[in-house]
């Protein structure tokens, strides 16, 4: 059973940057995505990253800010954000499914993904 581990949260001002973590454990090779909720908000997809990390998927809001990769001889997938912005505070979740493939759309969306992690807090101050 996998368990998801994210870490590197942690508050910044508007224009900052950070680096998110996502450590898995287990041998199998998932599907993997990073999202996030905001106060009195739906859980909403931020990026994606396929097996081999050779296909990426980016929600409207963060392409060209923020950058998913994942190295999987560490079981660790990460999310570069860089010119954050206040509407980018919210608790950030690792998910990941063993799945091969999805589709641009179907990557961000949480009911794809079936393993989550605890979440780890990003609060970007103006």
């Not at 508050?11 to 995505?33: E, N």
């Amino acid at each position: 059973q996998v368990q998801l581990v994210e870490s590197g949260g942690s508050s910044v001002q508007a224009g900052g940057s950070l680096r998110l973590s996502c450590k898995a454990s287990g041998y199998r090779i998932y599907y993997m995505g990073w999202f996030r909720q905001g106060p009195g908000n739906e859980r909403e997809g931020v990026a994606a990253i396929s097996i081999a990390g050779r296909s990426t998927s980016y929600a409207d809001s963060v392409k060209g800010r923020f950058t998913i990769s994942r190295d999987n001889t560490k079981n660790t997938m990460y999310l570069q954000m860089n010119s954050l912005k206040p509407e980018d505070t919210a608790m950030y979740y690792c998910a990941a499914d063993l799945v091969t493939s999805y589709s641009n759309n179907d990557a961000l969306l949480p009911r794809k993904y079936s393993k989550w992690g605890q979440g780890t807090q990003v609060t970007v101050s103006s």
